[in-house]
């Protein structure tokens, strides 16, 4: 009882947190992704493929406090969630906060997902410290647009989209509980100065043809297709990332829903607009649970209130929040330790793989295909920089973007990935799957600047013989055109058939088949050359137009 009264309760359980999750950093394998942000974070810049370039910062800082090992990429994730929180801690207002500290170091400590940002580093972990950040400076506005409030939502709107694109709806759902804040001429002023801070990185999707923009918008889900279970295991989510809390929690929010305070109702907005924006998206395809983090915090502000304000709720809360805590001890347990749960995490065998990939290589050159974690994880656990390419129906990734792995010649080449025959050895990747290795007796070229473009329109129609003006950039000095074996593919979503073509004179030469099993909605030019086992892309996805 003594504890729970503890006047620095909150303080304590933060400093705490954080040793905690210094130690659990440090003892726990990277996540794939975490490697892969690493990797960012090696080549700073203004923008990534996948995501803004906070996440690398994030790790970039880290690194300035150790050199090596995991806390070199997680140290500064340890730090602001602890900040986070106490940000959290400051968006509570209650007249007797002080004496019901304990609600919000049980509510904190049971929101399962946010917690995880404090031991390892994703794109989610400088957005929920913006976030905070964000909600304190709109708070302050709606108590007295002072020029603090403006200038803290200018440099936190900025710092949220430098995290993850995705904070545009935070902005959004907070503008929509109140739109008359649009009146407001210095609310414009603070958007146009967040915008003129977030233009290094437009400049940066410019210069490279905005392939973040692309790959979200368009190239993500387009061979998607509804899944019911996509639904329910967002839905499952929602409650996932509180754990055993919801019931509370979400009473809480429903309680609360007729107010008249602002504040309270932008984080509703928050809470229903985030959960019903990425239902809608199930649509399309799956959602991932932390692109709902955001309402973690909605989801401890609001019910700490409801909490002290309707204690008859707090016996059944403290059953809960003990229950979560239990089993969120026991997974940090099992995360940092392989072995303790028959189900390996996704942290777990890395660094066994990566070293005996690297033995099995015996100073040859690694290739991946297909996968910017694997090389990324291999890279992080050896220190040695890899290669990798991606077939032309496989996912694009930032190594498609760095110049040393768009033109190079390697003599002592292996090429890893999931081959499924014709390979010379394996390592074990975890306990259900193996890394392939296959040899590689030539020089191994990449072709990525190759590009083959159309000079004219084409109308495909099936059974018929084309010879198509093409133009041809092949920049480079080491690649006969001649050399390349070029294809047209075919799509429907998942569905594919490749047609053999050749290129003579720069005449593109190629026949459609029947199209019986299917008809297909656009097409592009790939092309390999010896030893590569995988088509790459060559020419721009062309839609297919009705006939």
């Not at 946010?114 to 909600?135: Q, R």
């Not at 973040?212 to 990332?241: G, V």
Request: glycine share 4%; aromatic share 18%; net charge positive.
């Amino acid at each position: 009882m003594k504890l729970i009264n503890y006047k620095h309760l909150v303080p304590a359980f933060l400093i705490a947190l954080f040793i905690i999750n210094c130690i659990q950093g440090a003892t726990t394998e990277l996540l794939a992704d975490e490697a892969y942000y690493w990797a960012y974070s090696n080549f700073m810049d203004w923008g990534y493929f996948d995501h803004p370039p906070m996440v690398a910062v994030w790790i970039y800082i880290s690194k300035l406090f150790f050199s090596t090992g995991e806390i070199s990429v997680r140290f500064f994730s340890a730090i602001t969630l602890s900040v986070t929180f106490y940000l959290v801690w400051m968006l509570i207002k209650h007249p007797k906060k002080h004496e019901n500290q304990w609600i919000f170091v049980a509510l904190t400590a049971s929101t399962a997902l946010f917690n995880v940002y404090g031991f390892i580093t994703v794109p989610d972990t400088p957005l929920m410290f913006f976030i905070a950040l964000f909600l304190i400076g709109y708070q302050k506005y709606l108590e007295d647009k002072s020029f603090i409030s403006y200038l803290i939502l200018s440099l936190s709107m900025a710092g949220m989209m430098y995290s993850k694109y995705q904070a545009v709806l935070v902005i959004f759902f907070v503008l929509l509980s109140n739109f008359k804040i649009v009146k407001d001429y210095k609310i414009w002023l603070t958007a146009l100065f967040s915008v003129l801070l977030y233009t290094p990185h437009l400049y940066w999707q410019v210069l490279h043809e905005y392939p973040s923009f692309k790959y979200h918008l368009f190239e993500r889900k387009q061979n998607s297709s509804y899944r019911f279970s996509d639904t329910t295991t967002h839905l499952l989510n929602t409650i996932a990332i509180i754990g055993f809390t919801f019931p509370v929690v979400y009473k809480a929010i429903f309680k609360t829903l007729k107010t008249d305070n602002l504040f309270f109702k932008a984080l509703h907005y928050i809470t229903f607009g985030f959960i019903i924006f990425f239902f809608l998206s199930t649509f399309k395809g799956h959602a991932q649970a932390q692109w709902i983090v955001a309402i973690s915090i909605p989801l401890i502000v609001i019910p700490f209130h409801y909490l002290v304000d309707n204690p008859k709720n707090l016996k059944l809360f403290k059953i809960l929040a003990s229950i979560t805590v239990f089993f969120v001890i026991i997974l940090r347990f099992a995360m940092a330790n392989d072995g303790i749960l028959p189900k390996q995490f996704e942290m777990h065998g890395n660094k066994t793989w990566a070293l005996a990939l690297q033995k099995k290589l015996n100073g040859n050159t690694p290739i991946f295909a297909n996968s910017y974690q694997n090389p990324s994880t291999y890279w992080f656990y050896t220190g040695e920089r890899p290669y990798e390419y991606n077939a032309w129906n496989s996912r694009k990734n930032q190594y498609d973007l760095w110049n040393y792995n768009r033109d190079y010649v390697i003599d002592n080449g292996v090429e890893i990935n999931y081959f499924k025959k014709d390979y010379n050895d394996s390592v074990r990747r975890r306990n259900t799957s193996f890394i392939k290795l296959k040899n590689i007796v030539t020089p191994f070229k990449e072709v990525a600047k190759t590009h083959v473009s159309l000079k004219e329109n084409v109308i495909i129609k099936p059974n018929t013989n084309y010879q198509v003006k093409v133009n041809v950039l092949n920049p480079y000095q080491y690649i006969n055109q001649k050399d390349i074996e070029f294809k047209v593919a075919f799509k429907q979503k998942r569905q594919k058939i490749l047609i053999d073509a050749k290129i003579a004179d720069g005449i593109l030469s190629f026949t459609t088949p029947s199209f019986k099993e299917f008809i297909p909605n656009q097409y592009q030019i790939i092309g390999k050359i010896k030893p590569m086992s995988y088509f790459v892309r060559m020419g721009d996805v062309i839609k297919i137009k009705e006939q």
